[in-house]
């Protein structure tokens, strides 16, 4: 069983930045295909960014390109999720998710009922 733990979520100013962090325990993150989603107030929950097993493959909803970077440390277990130019429609409580089966980029990646296990989300607050 795979627990994941986000951090770094916290209040920022738009136009600033946030470092979000997925640790995996109680497996391999290599062994998972990747991915954030994040859900705001009244909404359903979206996909944000997916990163491959060994990193090499990313995609990314059109809203957050060329703002969001999605990387990973498969030896710290640790998946990333640099924002930055931050927008007030960017709040929400953002999760990490790990896919066992997905292996390459594909629409697949923005379903959130493909994803075996999720974290517990953390809350990005901008503000206007």
């Known amino acids: 069983q795979v627990q994941l733990v986000e951090s770094g979520g916290g209040l920022v100013q738009a136009g600033g930045s946030l470092r979000l962090s997925c640790t995996a325990s109680?497996?391999?993150?290599?062994?998972?295909?990747m991915s954030w989603f994040r859900q705001a107030p009244g909404k359903e929950r979206e996909f944000v960014a997916a990163?491959?097993?060994?990193?090499?493959?990313?995609d990314y909803t059109n809203s957050v390109k060329g703002r969001f970077t999605i990387s990973r440390d498969n030896d710290k277990n640790t998946v990333y999720l640099q924002m930055n130019s931050l927008k007030f429609e960017d709040t929400a409580v953002y999760y990490c998710?790990?896919?066992?089966?997905?292996?390459?980029?594909?629409?697949?990646?923005?379903?959130?009922?493909?994803?075996?296990?999720w974290g517990q989300g953390t809350q990005v607050t901008v503000s206007s």
């Open positions: 998710a790990a896919d066992s089966i997905g292996q390459h980029m594909s629409v697949r990646q923005s379903w959130a009922r493909v994803y075996d296990y």
């Open positions: 109680g497996g391999t993150l290599s062994r998972y295909l």
């Open positions: 990163i491959s097993r060994k990193g090499r493959a990313s």
